[in-house]
Nanobody
Framework: VQLQASGGGLVQSGGSLRFSCATSGINFRINTMGWYRRALGKQRDLVAQ???????SYADSVKGRFTISRDNARNTVYLQMNSLKPEDTAVYYCNTDSRGRPWWGQGTLVTVSS
């Protein structure tokens, strides 16, 4: 199982970024996919999640600004982040559960400057 995330970087407050996470080794179509983040000195928290049926859920802090989506043909999940704030600065991870355990992407740093 591999989750390969890409798309992080440095952006000014109010800017946008888009993450993608390409997967292999899982039955992507049936998996719930998620994005988590860990800010410096804090625990890793769920940011957004999308079920196999396309239902989405978001942390209150990102509702209305972030959008999670999936492309089952490409086995890829996306996170579109708009109106970024300095408090969104964190390492972002894609995630899924498969074969009885969680799997994580390698982590992608987002830095939002004020």
């Amino acid at each position: 199982v591999q989750l390969q995330a890409s798309g992080g970087g440095l952006v000014q407050s109010g800017g946008s970024l888009r993450f993608s996470c390409a997967t292999s080794g899982i039955n992507f179509r049936i998996n719930t996919m998620g994005w988590y983040r860990r800010a410096l000195g804090k625990q890793r928290d769920l940011v957004a999640q999308i079920t196999s049926g396309g239902s989405t859920s978001y942390a209150d802090s990102v509702k209305g600004r972030f959008t999670i989506s999936r492309d089952n043909a490409r086995n890829t999940v996306y996170l579109q982040m708009n109106s970024l704030k300095p408090e969104d600065t964190a390492v972002y991870y894609c995630n899924t559960d498969s074969r009885g355990r969680p799997w994580w992407g390698q982590g992608t740093l987002v830095t939002v400057s004020s």
